[in-house]
């Protein structure tokens, strides 16, 4: 059976979202660091920095309409493209799972808050549904809430691909409107928090406007007649979002911002452009964001529990901001290391295997396609 998607469309990969991505891991690090025992001034500073994983998800939406698009037209097509996503997601997100579940039963057991262990959530956990309303708190790994959020919209791209198809980019941004003022709404009468706080409780419905817009960018991208011979636009938008988030101004309007230095990133580039964002490093460093992201809270438990701990409030210092600062530091040298050794050949293996549940998708579209031949 068909999966209707839009037409195809020129490939080309946009390294320039690669470097604001790893900015942005960086900003959601800090936002958490900051919240455990940090200075004032830190908490201050990164207080609205989880809209970066709202930034994250339009990034996400962006570059996963315009990898595939036209590339998901059967069955077939939607299980390998799973199993790619998959092998993407899935390795970081069952190791450091499983090491938190190796540390609640280690020396470091008293150094970890106990409600993260909790062992009716390990199933919804490794299941990546415990985004999905299927847990009564944060749980494990606890960023990792986000990735079950994205792997929804996975399985929910050829709709995606449907609604663009049809009605094009203005109906995607439409569609997200009218999901925002639902989650608004929901929130108003006390059902739901502010949608953009959405984590364990139901968390995926906060995926689904960002990703819809960022599909919807992706569309229109090599139509905008708006030319750009340099990243300023970019970085003027990134950094009046992260001035926005130190105002406290409204969520929305922060994310306007991500978002346009999103699409302003992507015209630059799109029109020959170079700059910081375009430099091997800054790219390399893009390719690391996820495990910044993935391993962080584990590297607190090490950086912020046992050397703070042990070392600086022995000293009578407080958790410093510079402390904060060393931390990310760190959490880039250890990812780096996570990166090369561990997410890299998993997702290799997994690509490569022939995991019985994507090979029965390609079994049933090729006895449908005999069926449909005969």
């Known amino acids: 059976m068909p999966i209707p998607v839009a037409s195809s469309q020129q490939r080309r990969r946009y390294v320039s979202?690669?470097?604001?991505?790893?900015?942005?891991a960086m900003g959601v690090v800090a936002h958490h660091y900051a919240g455990l025992g940090g200075a004032p001034i830190a908490e201050t500073l990164f207080a609205k920095n989880y809209l970066f994983v709202d930034f994250f998800f339009a990034i996400s939406g962006f570059v996963i309409f315009h990898n595939y698009v036209g590339r998901v037209?059967?069955?077939?097509?939607?299980?390998?493209?799973l199993k790619n996503r998959l092998a993407r997601i899935y390795p970081l997100h069952l190791f450091t799972c499983l090491v938190y579940v190796a540390l609640a039963f280690t020396l470091w057991r008293d150094r970890i808050d106990r409600s993260f262990v909790d062992s009716s959530a390990l199933l919804p956990n490794l299941l990546l549904v415990h985004a999905w309303g299927t847990t009564q708190a944060t749980s494990f790994n606890y960023p990792s809430w986000s990735i079950s959020a994205e792997w929804l919209a996975y399985l929910s791209f050829p709709a995606v691909g449907w609604l663009i198809a049809r009605g094009g980019a203005r109906a995607a941004v439409l569609v997200a409107i009218l999901l925002i003022d639902g989650l608004d709404l929901a929130s108003a009468g006390g059902i739901i928090?502010?949608?953009?706080?959405?984590t364990y409780h139901f968390g995926a419905l906060r995926a689904a406007p960002t990703f819809l817009l960022g599909a919807a960018l992706a569309q229109g991208i090599e139509r905008i007649p708006?030319?750009?011979?340099?990243?300023?636009?970019?970085?003027?938008?990134?950094?009046?979002?992260i001035l926005a988030m130190m105002a406290g101004v409204h969520d929305q309007l922060i994310l306007l911002l991500l978002l346009a230095s999103v699409a302003a990133a992507a015209i630059a580039e799109r029109d020959g452009a170079t700059g910081l964002l375009t430099r091997p490093f800054?790219?390399?460093?893009g390719d690391l964001s996820y495990a910044i992201y993935m391993i962080?809270?584990?590297m607190a438990v090490a950086l912020i529990n046992l050397v703070a701990g042990k070392i600086l409030h022995l000293a009578g210092a407080p958790l410093t901001l510079w402390c904060i600062f060393c931390a990310l530091a760190a959490n880039v040298g250890v990812a780096a290391a996570v990166h090369k050794w561990i997410e890299v050949p998993s997702r290799n293996y997994l690509r490569r295997a022939q995991l019985p549940i994507f090979a029965s998708v390609k079994t049933l579209t090729r006895i449908n396609q005999k069926k449909t031949a005969a």
């Open 193 to 198: 928090e502010p949608w953009t706080t959405l």
């Open 73 to 81: 037209s059967t069955w077939s097509a939607y299980g390998d493209f």
């Open 226 to 241: 708006l030319k750009l011979t340099g990243f300023g636009w970019a970085w003027a938008c990134f950094a009046g979002a």
């Open 296 to 298: 962080h809270p584990l």
């Open 17 to 24: 979202l690669d470097g604001l991505r790893f900015i942005a």
């Open 282 to 285: 800054m790219v390399a460093l």
